[in-house]
């Protein structure tokens, strides 16, 4: 059986090319942060804690659950589990809004706050090491053609992008 795309053959290749790299990232780059939080903290977290922690502190260290989850692209459930594991290792804590006694609001406390940081700055160093390889033109194209690309994959899959916080 052939399987028929109404694509020429250098938009095949290059689509194909393009899975592939997907593909070794996409398995990459949970090893890169959970290799990191590894020495961080014992035991290591888990990928989905790590994003949590990431998301809390890119929306200044305290968020609602719904705002987590929009900002990790998962539902409320997940990001709640999240949470729940990071408030069992003290990393967050949960408090009633101020304003809307209703909603409860994770927060970083301050472990969690220098962990996070500390896996940040691997994260950055890890890609700082990546970018090296390449010239100073190509890390430019790297920089404005990937959160484009990001933002693609997210418009055709109908999701916020990947630059939307809380």
């Given at each position: 059986?052939?399987?028929?795309f109404?694509?020429?053959e250098?938009?095949?290749?290059r689509?194909?090319?393009l899975?592939?790299a997907?593909r070794?990232l996409r398995?990459a780059s949970?090893?890169?942060v959970l290799d990191?939080s590894?020495d961080?903290i014992?035991?290591?977290l888990?990928v989905?804690?790590?994003?949590a922690?990431?998301?809390?502190a890119?929306?200044g260290?305290?968020?609602s ?13 997940t990001?709640?589990?999240?949470v729940d594991?990071l408030v069992?290792?003290g990393?967050?804590?949960?408090r009633r ?9 994770a927060?970083?406390?301050?472990t969690g706050t ?5 896996l940040?700055?691997?994260?950055l160093?890890?890609?700082?090491r ?5 010239d ?5 194209a ?6 484009r690309?990001?933002d693609a994959?997210a418009e055709e899959?109908g ?6 916080q809380?």
């Amino acid at each position: 059986m052939t399987i028929r795309f109404d694509l020429d053959e250098e938009t095949l290749r290059r689509s194909g090319e393009l899975g592939l790299a997907w593909r070794f990232l996409r398995r990459a780059s949970p090893a890169v942060v959970l290799d990191a939080s590894a020495d961080i903290i014992e035991p290591k977290l888990e990928v989905g804690d790590v994003d949590a922690l990431e998301q809390l502190a890119l929306a200044g260290g305290e968020c609602s659950m719904s705002e987590i989850a929009t900002g990790l692209q998962v539902d409320r459930s997940t990001a709640t589990r999240a949470v729940d594991r990071l408030v069992e290792r003290g990393l967050v804590e949960r408090r009633r809004d101020r304003v809307d006694a209703r909603m409860i609001r994770a927060r970083l406390t301050a472990t969690g706050t220098e962990i996070s940081e500390r896996l940040r700055g691997r994260r950055l160093a890890f890609a700082a090491r990546v970018l090296d390889r390449f010239d100073l033109d190509d890390q430019k194209a790297i920089a404005r053609l990937v959160p484009r690309l990001a933002d693609a994959v997210a418009e055709e899959l109908g999701l916020a992008t990947h630059r939307a916080q809380p």
